[in-house]
């Protein structure tokens, strides 16, 4: 079923033109890539580096030690180790209802750098339904992808947003996914437009995560007002911060990561 959707995704991106989604200028490219590295590093599930046994590298020595006291020391042989990057995993869940289009856009090729920069990704769009993008980024150039997620192909972008029947959705059909080396990464403004928010689904999802993160464009001042559970999401979550645009992610990925290192 997999091959199929994206084989007629294939289709549609060829037999017709994509909804105009607009590119990021080269400088533009150049500031994304270096805050995306940045929230990266700034995440409790960012790549770090750990020590592999290798044909070459250096001597390790209380690996030696142990692996020779089991025959004594005859013969000898050293443990060599080297260093390799240990990328985890992470899902991403984005909402691209008509009231996030204007970052939307902004948000989905965040969401494509981060793709590159872990181990593992899943990434899953969303309004009343939920819809992995996944293959999605990996097979086209981002603006192809983009053009076809905004072109309507992939989701009914003029239903409204049901932010508990998305959580439960996941939950019910891709919860295994979600581990305790899973960081689980949150766009959206938590308007759920009077429906249930569905918070003990969304509490399971980030009790199983070894971190929740959620960004949104929601300035804090407006969380009270109207049907916004963004309060009440962001109880559960490690970490909420308002990002709207290039100058806010590189603030708040400055601002977790001094967070996390305390400096």
């Known amino acids: 079923r997999h091959l199929e959707y994206l084989m007629s995704l294939r289709h549609t991106v060829e037999g017709r033109r994509v909804a105009p989604v607009g590119e990021l200028g080269g400088r533009e490219q150049d500031q994304l890539e270096a805050a995306v590295r940045r929230l990266v590093q700034s995440l409790r599930g960012g790549p770090t580096h750990r020590k592999r046994e290798a044909a070459r590298g ?110 439960g959705t996941f939950l019910s059909e891709f919860g295994s996914s979600v581990t305790r080396r899973t960081t689980v990464l949150v766009l959206g403004d938590g308007r759920g437009n009077g429906n249930d928010p569905g918070l003990p689904a969304f509490e399971e999802l980030t009790r199983r995560a070894r971190e929740t993160l959620w960004l949104t464009q929601e300035p804090r001042y407006s969380w009270g007002l109207g049907p916004c559970d963004l309060p009440a999401y962001a109880e559960f979550c490690d970490r909420v911060r308002v990002v709207r645009d290039l100058s806010g992610l590189d603030s708040a990925a400055a601002d977790l990561a001094t967070a996390r290192t305390g400096r």
Not at 101 to 117: K, P, Y
Not at 136 to 165: I, P, Q, T
Request: charged share 25%; hydrophobic share 45%.
């Open 58 to 167: 250096r001597v390790d020595s209380a690996r030696t030690m142990r692996r020779n006291l089991r025959y004594d020391g005859v013969p000898f042989r050293p443990v060599t180790v080297a260093k390799v990057e240990d990328k985890p995993r992470l899902v991403v869940l984005a909402d691209v209802s008509l009231s996030v289009r204007a970052t939307a856009r902004f948000t989905l090729h965040l969401v494509h750098r981060l793709q590159g920069m872990f181990g593992q990704v899943r990434t899953f769009a969303f309004v009343a339904e939920l819809a992995e993008i996944t293959g999605l980024f990996g097979r086209y150039h981002v603006e192809e992808a983009l053009g076809l997620v905004f072109g309507g192909d992939v989701l009914d972008l003029d239903a409204n947003s049901d932010y508990g029947r998305v959580f």
